[in-house]
């Protein structure tokens, strides 16, 4: 007996260091798979119209890889033109006879008046710009940061696809694994389950399309008022950040507001107010009403699983694991409400 609870104690501890060791793998294994059963119903459509189930698969990858080709294609050379004029633009202000501090240049005994900071601060100049383009490039960063690098993206990409392509027979496999008098039960449950993840798809589509056009808007108002340029490729950028919950319109806040600070701190001012305006109402109206809508889940429900899944994922690995936590809280939560309500109604309240 005791020989046998140790082997168990060292099966328990192997398992435990594997998953540590698989950890990346496993978190886009689930990905993947969830994933496939929202993309399922999709896949289904295009084989309905004699669109072979391969082919629609590469459909699919083609304009997802292709919106982001496009969004960085598009971004990050604007973000490396502003960050290069607001170099140029510091430089010309310090180095510039208008700037005068009379406060330092009257204080005796201190040898540091005007034209010495004016020589700190351009022999540190390339400094600043780095930190400044550190400070763009990490957006780029959060992103790619989600999928754990290259590998784990790419990864996460044949995976699914794989996933995709073999759905029957991997579903035979898995039903395999339940008692014969539960397998429609099964069945039934996982076509309500990708129901639900297809809503919240298609509900994520328009809040992406909702903040692109609510940015466009402000944007363009900026665009007349101060020429606040690129208001097209802002709004874009915005409208595909909307996948990060709360902190893709932070994100495109960051980005607007290096090209505002190209054209003046008065546009730069306009661009802040307009992103909290559209944090505000995202964050408490619009992600809480649409959730409700193709999920089913009350707004309260819809904030608390945010709020939940942020709060676990950091738990579980840190500011990666927190946003993927936000991405994909609520479509988890809508499918664990399908099993409570039909746990609940198989047992009523006497």
């Not at 944090?279 to 309260?300: A, D, R, W, Y």
Request: charged content about 15%; aromatic content about 12%.
């Amino acid at each position: 007996t005791v020989i046998k609870v140790l082997f168990i104690i060292l099966l328990f501890i192997i398992a435990i260091e594997l998953a540590a060791q698989l950890k990346g793998i496993l978190i886009m294994t689930v990905i993947s798979f969830f994933l496939a059963i929202g993309l399922s119903p999709i896949v289904k459509s295009l084989e309905r119209r004699h669109i072979p189930r391969p082919l629609g698969i590469l459909i699919l990858y083609v304009v997802f890889l292709g919106v982001l080709a496009i969004l960085f294609v598009k971004v990050l050379p604007i973000i490396a033109e502003q960050l290069l004029g607001i170099a140029y633009d510091l430089r010309e202000f310090v180095m510039s006879d208008k700037v005068k501090i009379p406060l330092l240049e009257n204080l005796d005994g201190l040898r540091f008046g005007t034209a010495e900071l004016q020589k700190f601060i351009s022999e540190n100049l390339v400094t600043i710009s780095r930190n400044l383009q550190s400070l763009a490039g990490s957006t780029f960063g959060i992103v790619t940061g989600i999928f754990q690098g290259v590998f784990n993206f790419i990864f996460t990409l044949v995976l699914l696809f794989f996933i995709l392509l073999e759905e029957k027979r991997i579903g035979r496999y898995l039903l395999v694994l339940f008692p014969a008098h539960d397998r429609d039960y099964i069945c039934k449950k996982y076509l309500s389950v990708q129901t639900k993840i297809l809503e919240w798809f298609r509900g994520q589509m328009f809040l992406m399309l909702a903040v692109g056009l609510f940015i466009y808007v402000g944007m363009k108002f900026l665009e007349y008022s101060f020429g606040l340029p690129y208001a097209a490729t802002i709004a874009l950028f915005a409208g595909v950040m909307e996948l990060f919950p709360y902190i893709g319109v932070i994100l495109a806040g960051i980005f607007a507001g290096v090209i505002a600070l190209n054209v003046s701190w008065i546009a730069l001012v306009a661009v802040i107010i307009w992103i909290i305006i559209t944090q505000f109402l995202e964050g408490n109206f619009l992600v809480p009403i649409v959730m409700e809508k193709v999920t089913g889940l009350s707004s309260v429900m819809v904030i608390l699983a945010l709020a939940a899944g942020g709060v676990l994922g950091y738990m579980a690995g840190g500011i990666t694991m927190s946003i993927l936590g936000l991405i994909f809280a609520v479509p988890i939560t809508a499918s664990i409400e399908i099993f409570v309500e039909d746990y609940a109604g198989r047992h009523p309240k006497k």
